[in-house]
Structure formats: structure tokens, C-alpha cells
């Protein structure tokens, strides 16, 4: 946190009107440890410093200086550094789809942890977060993430849903739905629900039918469990999300601008669920608002000069990538005509129909 003149402040004010300890004396609470009282602040604090620091690394393009950044964490005790170390990797990189940083992060996830490391999860989220740029690099991803599942480590496999949720975000694909549809039913309770909520996010404000009948059949397999049986109706919440007028995109104009705030707020909800039972499925389910950064609505409206709502006719299909071409080249593909307000799904584009 930065006080009026820009200088670090070593306070906190979550929202209570009280001022409560800041960065630095969270770090220090940490290695001393913290009593139960404040440790609820302790989490929240290190949440929110997460998102500043992904924030400041992304829309700064601090790709190569985060080795500087990460010189910081050499103080912090082993296991906690490489955690942070990997989450400060991936939100400089993120975007960006550099293959040697995929091959590196794929490196760490191929190692054998030592107990209570747990670095390989947010190893595993960095992966989509440096990928998710583009189809090429989703789809090569999604492969690849299908190729820890089969050889990786359980670990490993507790964590993969949460990047296929974060590549396919509001975007239903049909691989990676069956995917998260098997392992929603695996013997490993925490693989089950890392799937169940992957669900969530990639139907999220899509009214998707087969994924609201596949929780559906999940709330009714699952009904004597109760923790499972949360994940299915927060799934089945994000689904519905703004009764479908509303989707979860951390991306702009047909991914050529990068909401860091957006993108923030995902990685902050996908990293509270690596922990599930500690943190979505105990006292901090607070975090899952953090989701609220990456709303946006899905229709789209057209105002007069008084922003008033007007209705003109808008051709809406498939968007064509017409970078390079020669001419004018149709830039949809497929297209309906409607009058607006349109809902415009995941890789729809609407122009308009007429010239006037």
C-alpha cells in the first residue's frame, strides 16, 4: 500500500475503518507466527499484495525484471519462497506465451517435492496464465495439461482442473469439459472438487445446458457430501452467473487488450482453491469475490447522443482473424442479424448492419 506522497505504507485498511499491518509486518507475522486472532487479516493482507503484485508485474511489462523482484523472497523460509517465486513468474509472464518459461515451469512440475512443499501447483496455473494468449498456444496447452494428468503426480493432478478453467474461461469447449466431467468423479476428493468448480468458470454466465446437467447429476451423486456438494451449487451459481448477461474475461476486443485487474482477480480466486479446504471451503471463502474483477456483461447496447437506448440492426457471428490480408475482407463469419441489445458469446463479433 502507498500513503499520499506515494511511499510505502507499512498499514493495511481492510475496509473496517481500523488500520491494520501492512505488508511488511504480515511477512514478518508470518515467519514469527501469527496467533489465530489475526490470522484472518494475515491471509487477506498477503491476497491483496498478491493482486497488487500481479497488477504492478502485468501492466508494467516486468518480464525480465522480476528476477530483481524475486531477490526479495530469498529471506522468506524455502518452502514459501518457491511458491512465491513460481506466482511472481507467472504474473510477469503472463500473456506473453514464451515457450522457454512453459518448458521451465513444466521442469519444476516434473520434480519430486519433499514434504510440505507445495510449489507445483501454482507451477501448473503459471503454465495457462503464460499461455493463454492465443488459440495456438491454449490449445497446445490443454494438451499438455491432459499429459500431466496421465503421468504427473497427485499433486499435480489436484491442480490441473484449475488451469484448464482459467484457458477455457467463459468458453466451454467440448475436450475439456469431458475432461473436467471425469474427474469430477474421481476417488481423490480434492481432484472432485477442483473439477466441479473448474466447471464454474468455464460455463460462467454461459447458461451452457451440459454443464448445468452435468451438476445437475453431480448435486444428486454427490448429496451426502456436503463439501462437494458446495462446490456443485457454487459451480451451478457461476454458471448462471447474472442469469446469463454477464461473463467472466480477462481479455478485450478479441484478445488483443489484457485486463491486468481482471486477470488479478482470477489468479487470486484459482490460487484460494489450490488450498480448498483451508481457504474456499473454510473461513476464507471471502476470496471467491474476488471473482467480481473479472465480471463484465455480455450484451451488447447501443445509446444515441442522449445515452439513451437505441435498437439498430447488428449482424453478429463467428470473428475471422483478418490480420495481414489484402482489401476488405469479411471479418465474421456465419453472422444472424439482430436488433440490439445482442448477447455475443465467447469469439462472437457484431457490426453493424447498416450504414447509416
Known amino acids: ?6 511511499r510505502v505504507s507499512n498499514t493495511l485498511n481492510c475496509g473496517t475503518g481500523r488500520r491494520r499491518p501492512g505488508y ?31 497488477h504492478l508485474l502485468m501492466s508494467t511489462h516486468l518480464q525480465e525484471s522480476v528476477e530483481a523482484t524475486a531477490e526479495v523472497s530469498k529471506t522468506f ?37 519433499e514434504k510440505g512443499e507445495n510449489y507445483q501447483g501454482p507451477a501448473v496455473l503459471a503454465i495457462a496464465m503464460v499461455s493463454m ?14 499429459h500431466l ?4 503426480e497427485q499433486n499435480i493432478r489436484r491442480s490441473v482442473p484449475l488451469p484448464l478453467a482459467l484457458l477455457c474461461i467463459s468458453n466451454p469447449k467440448v475436450n475439456v469439459m469431458d475432461t473436467l466431467s471425469r474427474l469430477s468423479h474421481d476417488t481423490d476428493s480434492e481432484v472432485a472438487s477442483a473439477a466441479i468448480i473448474s466447471l464454474g468458470p468455464i460455463g460462467a454466465g454461459t447458461n451452457n445446458a451440459r454443464i448445468a446437467g452435468m451438476l445437475r447429476n453431480l448435486s444428486s451423486y454427490y448429496y451426502k457430501d456436503a463439501i462437494l456438494l458446495f462446490c456443485v451449487r457454487l459451480a451451478q451459481g457461476l454458471v448462471h452467473l447474472g442469469k ?19 486477470l488479478a482477480g482470477l489468479v487470486t480466486f484459482l490460487h484460494a482453491c489450490l488450498e480448498m479446504k483451508a481457504m474456499v471451503l473454510g473461513r476464507y471463502h471471502i476470496v471467491l469475490y474476488f471473482l467480481v474483477l473479472a465480471m463484465q456483461p455480455r450484451m451488447l447496447m447501443t445509446v444515441d447522443e442522449n445515452l439513451k437506448p437505441l ?7 463467428q ?20 436488433s440490439t441489445p445482442v448477447l455475443l458469446a465467447a469469439g462472437d463479433r457484431a457490426e453493424l448492419a447498416t450504414e447509416k
Open 77 to 113: 523460509n524455502e518452502k514459501i519462497r518457491k511458491y512465491c517465486d513460481m506466482t511472481l513468474l507467472s504474473c510477469a509472464y503472463a500473456g506473453i506465451g514464451n515457450v522457454l518459461k512453459v518448458q521451465n515451469l513444466l521442469g519444476n512440475c516434473a520434480q519430486h517435492l
Open 133 to 146: 494468449a492465443e488459440e495456438l498456444g491454449l490449445d497446445m496447452a490443454i494438451r499438455t495439461l491432459e
Open 24 to 54: 511488511p509486518t504480515l511477512l514478518l507475522w508470518s515467519r514469527m507466527g501469527a496467533g489465530g486472532a489475526e490470522r484472518g487479516w494475515l491471509i487477506l493482507g498477503l491476497f491483496k499484495t498478491a493482486e497488487s503484485l500481479a
Open 1 to 6: 500500500m502507498t500513503d499520499a506522497d506515494g
Open 244 to 262: 446469463g448477461l454477464l461473463t467472466l474475461n480477462p481479455y478485450h476486443s478479441d484478445r488483443f487488450l489484457l485486463s491486468p485487474v481482471a
Open 149 to 152: 494428468l496421465q503421468y504427473g
Open 319 to 338: 470473428a475471422v482473424d483478418v490480420v495481414g490480408q489484402a482489401g476488405r475482407p469479411k471479418t465474421i463469419t456465419g453472422f444472424q442479424t439482430h
Open 311 to 317: 435498437s439498430v440492426p447488428v449482424r453478429v457471428g
